[in-house]
Structure formats: structure tokens, C-alpha cells
């Protein structure tokens, strides 16, 4: 069974940045892809950033340029790296790991970006 941990959300201001983790636990011998998503409130949940197991890696015309998704094979921990922060990144992010039977989720973790 896969499990999914986060860290890293909490409160920034704006212009500011944080680093997000998700670490997994269980076997990821089936995984595809992994990434972040976010909601914000009274929105869809959309995808941040992505990266394809054995391929590469997209983001979010929203992030793009200011995030950096990479995967810590050591430490099996997604992380996302954003910087410039704005006020619109406020949402809560989730991670998720896709193999190609589910996806499975991880709890939440809460990014509000305020002065």
C-alpha cells in the first residue's frame, strides 16, 4: 500500500518562497508519474507540476519558471521548490502518484501566500 506525506505548506509572504515534500512510503516499483496539484477555495483542483517516470517534467503555465519539481530517489520524496510566491499560488496542494491501476493522494498540506 502507498502512502503519501507532506510537508512543507504553512504562511509566506508574498514574493517570497517555500519548498514543498511529499514522501513515499510502500512500493513505488508500479509508479508512472508523481506531482502536485492545488485547490484553491471554490475551485477545481489543477495540476502544479508533474514529472513522468522515465520521461520529463511539465508545470503549470502559472508556475512555470518560478518552480522546480524534482524527485529525491535517496529519500523517495517529491519536492517542489516555488519562489516569487503571489497572493493566487494560496491554495491547498496535494501530491499524487499515479501507477496504472490508481492514483493515490496525500492529505493536504495548506500554502497561503499574505502580507
Known amino acids: 500500500q502507498v502512502q503519501l506525506q507532506e510537508s512543507g505548506g504553512g504562511l509566506v509572504q508574498p514574493g517570497g518562497s517555500l519548498r514543498l515534500s511529499c514522501t513515499v512510503s510502500?512500493?513505488?516499483?508500479?509508479?508512472?508519474?508523481m506531482g502536485w496539484h492545488r485547490q484553491a477555495p471554490g475551485k477545481q483542483r489543477d495540476l502544479v507540476a508533474s514529472?513522468?517516470?522515465?520521461?520529463?517534467?511539465q508545470y503549470a503555465d502559472s508556475v512555470k519558471g518560478r518552480s522546480t519539481l524534482t524527485f529525491d530517489n535517496a529519500q523517495n520524496t517529491l519536492l517542489l521548490q516555488m519562489s516569487s510566491l503571489k497572493p493566487e499560488d494560496t491554495a491547498v496542494y496535494y501530491c499524487?502518484?499515479?501507477?496504472?491501476?490508481?492514483?493515490?493522494w496525500g492529505q493536504g498540506t495548506q500554502v497561503t501566500v499574505s502580507a
Open positions: 499524487n502518484l499515479g501507477t496504472s491501476r490508481k492514483h493515490y
Open positions: 510502500g512500493s513505488i516499483a508500479s509508479t508512472n508519474n
Open positions: 514529472i513522468a517516470w522515465g520521461g520529463g517534467t
